[in-house]
């Protein structure tokens, strides 16, 4: 599902209109995802949301986007762009990007895994990135992590960081985060799926979707659909 690995939250919901499948008093409610599992797709679509992603990565998905009304603002490392109704944009796997919805903006997504995402330059680093998403739910410590590549802790951070865009612990708690949104999207209940996903209890991951996403597990899951072949 798509990797969304933000560095740190700053996330504004600030007034959206009661539109899509269902209506929500929640702030959140023009926030809107289908997923299919099996090929590991997502379309999120946002509509009249005001919402600032920060600087983040999709670690495994290319981004294609479409503004449909409104306007996007889009900074990656090359510039800040402002994309306006009809205009596209794509964002490959591994590339550090902020977005902004700005006011009556209405927005469709799209994440697709790449077919051969960037590799981190280092392969022990790019290592690490690998078992950490294959496993998230398995304890790794920056401490284990450091000695798996035979570098300091502060060397290995700054690797890390370089070719993610994010730190080790930040990577970690996204790809939980990931793991439990699969979970619960195949009915596990909220604890079940905290316990299978690494978090420390049900209120550490519900802390987590919030950071992620501004949303709690089950206001996710209320906004999550089945996309239909």
Known sequence: MCDFLPVRSTIKCIKLA???????????????????????????????AERAYPPHVHAEHRVIGRVLSGCVRLETRTGI????????????????????????????????????????????????????????????????MAAFTGYSRWHFCRLFRKATGLTPHAFQLACKVRLARRLLREGRAAAEAAALAGFADQSHMHKAFALHHGLTPRQFMQRSFPLRR
């Open 81 to 144: 762009r402002t994309l306006g109704e009809g205009e596209s944009f794509t964002i490959p796997a591994g590339t550090v990007h902020a977005l902004t919805i700005l006011p009556g903006g209405n927005l469709r997504t799209e994440c697709f895994l790449e077919e051969d995402p960037a590799p981190a330059a280092d392969p022990r680093v790019r290592a690490v990135a690998a078992r950490i998403m294959d496993r998230p739910d398995d304890p790794f410590s920056l401490d284990d």
């Open 18 to 48: 009661a539109r899509g499948p269902r209506a929500y008093s929640n702030p959140m409610q023009g926030i809107v995802y289908y997923y299919d599992e099996e090929s590991r797709v997502e379309v999120v679509l946002a509509r009249d």
